[in-house]
């Protein structure tokens, strides 16, 4: 990493590596010496650890315990996991993310069931149990009290002797009216509500978005007076892991066919990167995944100004490509399309920037091709190919490019440059 011109590592923590059998079981010290090893190895080198709390796992035994995130014991068991994180690595850890992307955790995992524990109804996706309509509710609910059980601890215990920072880390999509007609506008913001802001409007502002209220009614749940007592300075920064844009077209007034985000529980606003023969970009090896990159200034802009420009990170930005697409190693290794996507991406991330945004730190995703979740090894990300074989790992060319932007750039609105 040092020879990227890197002053920065984000990387996750296994929850089941430390805390095998949650608080119900002892701590794990062969996980505790391992994540200390890497740690230390990072300092030695002059990197500064940025180090994500939970990333989509969670120990099993709480899961057949209570069912995990539908019960509110989680809330427990996630600050005495947090308060042993910060205990046996807050003396060198100085930027903490809580959670990883808990929307899509709670959409994937309780709403469409493509993610563990795959529960969600028929009319979603093919699971064996679930409630689409209520459980990512209620999973969201225990995720934003247990992040903010996180930070009462962290707080409480340990920032003042160990002058870190704690956040969370959103996936953030730019959502693009389809026209210009109101119906396209307030469907795009109300989608926004409904995707991102679910979770950071209770956190920031310490209630959720009028919009869920509005549709949701009674069936958004709602917190309790002593849980908004906590709502009161809930994270020190906004991490933003930022791919993609999508189009959305109103549900409520305008006639709509079934597909993402049509339902009630979405927000009533359908969402897709295409839409009447019109694509929001060139599509990639993802079916999900399109370059649009304006997109980023668009959104780093929008969390600037809804939440009083807290500061920011962009804690993934990067761009995937098919194993099957190149017919040889050294072909792939000549990743122009990467370098093409970071380069547009991170120029309009400048604009965003110049323009006011405070943005501490930009972190691409990936340093190493990894097994990138129900994709497994078939679509790479990393800026260094990996022979899974072999694990010999070769730089692309997309390396040495952001080697030499970093050492370009580095003085760029005081900004940071890392990987993941």
Not at 174 to 181: A, G, R, V
Not at 262 to 284: H, R, V, Y
Not at 376 to 401: E, K, M, Q
Request: glycine share 8%; proline share 4%; aromatic share 16%.
């Amino acid at each position: 990493m040092e020879h990227t011109g890197v002053n920065s590592y984000r990387f996750s923590l296994s929850w089941a590596r430390i805390l095998p059998k949650g608080r119900f079981g002892k701590v794990n010290r062969a996980g505790i010496n391992y994540y200390n090893r890497l740690i230390d190895a990072l300092v030695d080198k002059g990197i500064e650890p940025f180090v994500t709390i939970t990333h989509y796992d969670i120990p099993q035994e709480l899961e057949e315990r209570y069912k995990s995130w539908l019960s509110p014991e989680i809330q427990e068991d996630f600050r005495y996991y947090a308060d042993i994180c910060f205990k046996y690595f807050g003396d060198r850890v100085k930027y903490w993310v809580t959670f990883n992307e808990p929307n899509v955790a709670v959409i994937c995992g309780y709403r469409t069931g493509l993610y563990p524990p795959s529960r969600c109804s028929d009319s979603f996706g093919n699971c064996s149990y679930g409630n689409s309509e209520r459980e990512p509710f209620i999973a969201a609910s225990n995720i934003i009290l247990s992040h903010l059980a996180a930070v009462d601890v962290y707080r409480a215990k340990y920032q003042k002797n160990q002058g870190g920072k704690i956040g969370i880390a959103m996936n953030a999509i730019w959502y693009e009216p389809f026209s210009n007609s109101t119906e396209d506008k307030l469907a795009a913001e109300r989608t926004q509500s409904f995707y991102m802001n679910w979770f950071l409007d209770p956190i920031i502002l310490g209630k959720y978005p009028a919009e869920m209220h509005e549709i949701l009614g009674p069936d958004l749940l709602v917190f309790s007076k002593y849980d908004k007592e906590k709502f009161k300075n809930g994270l020190d920064f906004i991490g933003i892991n930022h791919y993609t844009s999508y189009y959305v077209k109103d549900c409520i007034f305008s006639a709509c066919e079934q597909g993402k985000g049509s339902s009630k529980t979405e927000g009533f606003a359908l969402t897709s990167a295409q839409m009447n023969d019109k694509s929001i970009g060139e599509p990639t090896a993802l079916a999900w995944f399109y370059v649009h990159p304006q997109g980023m200034e668009n959104i780093v802009t929008y969390i600037k100004d809804r939440y009083n420009n807290i500061p920011m990170f962009i804690t993934e930005n990067g761009f995937g490509t098919s194993e099957s697409s190149y017919p040889t190693t050294e072909y792939e290794l000549n990743d122009v399309k990467r370098v093409e996507y970071l380069s547009s991406y991170l120029d309009s991330l400048a604009t965003a920037i110049r323009k006011g945004a405070d943005v501490k730190g930009y972190f691409v995703w990936s340093i190493l091709d990894n097994f990138e979740w129900n994709h497994g090894y078939s679509i790479r990300f990393g800026l260094h190919h990996v022979d899974f074989a072999t694990l010999n790992r070769t730089p692309r060319g997309s390396a040495f490019w952001y080697k030499n932007f970093i050492s370009e750039h580095k003085n760029l609105a005081g900004i940071s440059y890392a990987q993941v």
